[in-house]
């Protein structure tokens, strides 16, 4: 067993011994070598980030979402809202009331004076105006809505002018419709209303309910009864089925529903032969071509029966 004390030569070349012993280094300092392997969380970004949809994300997302955020936090103040809109209206209307876009006048061509006036009245504009501030269609619109314009177009003109070009329906007959008078066109279209039939004596007459829905077949007849021209007095739809031609005389040739200008031909090529329309005669019965029957005055009747008497005695 060893003593529990030692001399002090003893401790002298213990510790000489001791001495040469090396020290440990603690753990982490300066100098020591690092391990290169990066950390897990480090590791983890790198491979986030290496995926396109969060690079887009970060990229176009974020920013976008901060704008957006911002933007709409600045709107979210009516004040704000109000000076916005108040600025751009002003910038709209200091450019849509540049001298190169105002109209100062408007121009119609085609169309009669009576056409004219209603077109202006249609369209009361107070020039000059800014060519954004017409409406070019719905003025069209309302324009075609006029009974006696066929056709109508609008443009501007270089130099501020509202151009509105006019294509008036044509009239050719007269229209006795039940009720009122009207011009229709050759499409049986209405054009206008007239005060009375002597208004537009130049026309050909026809009457009866559906006329206008037969104007084709209703000009053919006129054109064949050219040669009755001066006694002609018009044309009168029946049952909206056929024509009857009334002549001044009181005189009537009913025609059939089918080909009624051929039997009015008929009609015409007996008058020339043997002076038919000349006689008494107050019906002309064309219904059935083929059996064609006459009509005599009362006059005329009681005459071939005096005839006929006279012969029996």
């Known amino acids: 067993m060893q003593p529990l004390t030692h001399t002090r030569s003893e401790l002298a070349a213990h510790g000489a011994h001791g ?52 933007v709409g936090w600045y709107f979210s103040n009516p004040t704000n809202r109000y000076a916005i809109t108040e600025k751009v209206e002003h910038i709209r209307r200091t450019v849509e009331t540049r001298p190169e876009f105002m109209v100062k006048l408007m121009a119609i061509e085609g169309a009669t004076p009576v056409v004219d006036a209603a077109v202006r009245e249609l369209l009361p504009l107070s020039f000059p105006v800014s060519s954004f501030d017409l409406d070019l269609e719905a003025m069209r619109e309302k324009l075609a809505a006029l009974d006696v314009i066929e056709h109508v177009a609008l443009r501007i003109r270089p130099g501020g002018v509202l151009e509105v070009t006019v294509r008036e329906r044509e009239p050719v007959l007269v229209w006795r419709a039940p009720g009122s008078i009207e011009m229709i066109d050759a499409t049986g279209h209405r054009v206008a209303s007239l005060t009375g039939r002597a208004a537009r004596p130049d026309l050909p007459l026809i009457a009866g309910r559906g006329a206008d829905a037969h104007v084709p077949e209703a000009l053919a007849i006129l054109r064949a009864a050219a040669p009755l021209a001066e006694t002609l007095r018009g044309l009168v739809r029946v049952g909206e089925r056929r024509w009857d031609v009334v002549l001044t005389g009181g005189e009537t040739i009913q025609l059939p529903e089918q080909a009624p200008v051929a039997a009015l031909e008929q009609v015409l090529a007996l008058d020339h032969a043997q002076d038919l329309l000349a006689r008494d005669v107050t019906i002309v019965d064309m219904r059935n071509p083929a059996r064609p029957t006459i009509r005599l005055a009362q006059p005329a009747v009681a005459e071939m029966r005096r005839i006929r008497s006279l012969s029996l005695e």
């Open 19 to 70: 001495a040469h012993k090396p020290k440990k280094r603690p753990r982490g300092r300066r100098g020591e070598k690092r391990d290169p392997a990066p950390s897990r969380l480090t590791y983890k970004v790198h491979r986030l980030w290496l995926t396109p949809l969060y690079r887009s994300l970060m990229r176009v997302g974020l920013p976008t979402f901060l704008i957006l955020t911002t």
